[in-house]
């Protein structure tokens, strides 16, 4: 009820309060980015230049990734690199 009857009072403190609270989300620094469950080095920032894999639940680089094809570019069933299970 007291909201109600004083909204016209608070309407534009409440409004620049909003504003000011969309700007810390919009303005906020990135969230640091994980490093690579192998090789230990940040991800790149580019998406297409990692894979998520759904055996293990992991993202992992595309380097570890081309670093393990070609170690196991001899076998006909191709494994993930970080848990071995098929892919």
């Known amino acids: ?5 004083h909204r ?3 309407k534009a403190a409440c409004k620049k309060k909003l504003a000011e609270l969309f700007d810390e989300q919009l303005f ?3 969230p640091p980015r994980e ?5 230990f080095l940040p ?3 580019s998406v297409d230049q990692t894979t998520y894999k759904v ?3 992991k993202v992992i680089c595309c380097g570890c990734l081309v670093a393990a094809a070609n170690v196991e570019n001899n076998t006909h069933s191709p494994k993930c ?3 071995r ?3």
Do not use: L
């Open 35 to 39: 490093d690579c469950p192998i090789c």
């Open 85 to 87: 299970n098929k892919a």
């Open 1 to 5: 009820a007291c909201q109600k009857d």
């Open 43 to 45: 991800m790149p920032a």
């Open 55 to 57: 055996c293990c639940g």
């Open 8 to 10: 016209s009072q608070h």
């Open 81 to 83: 690199p970080f848990c």
């Open 28 to 30: 906020a620094p990135p």
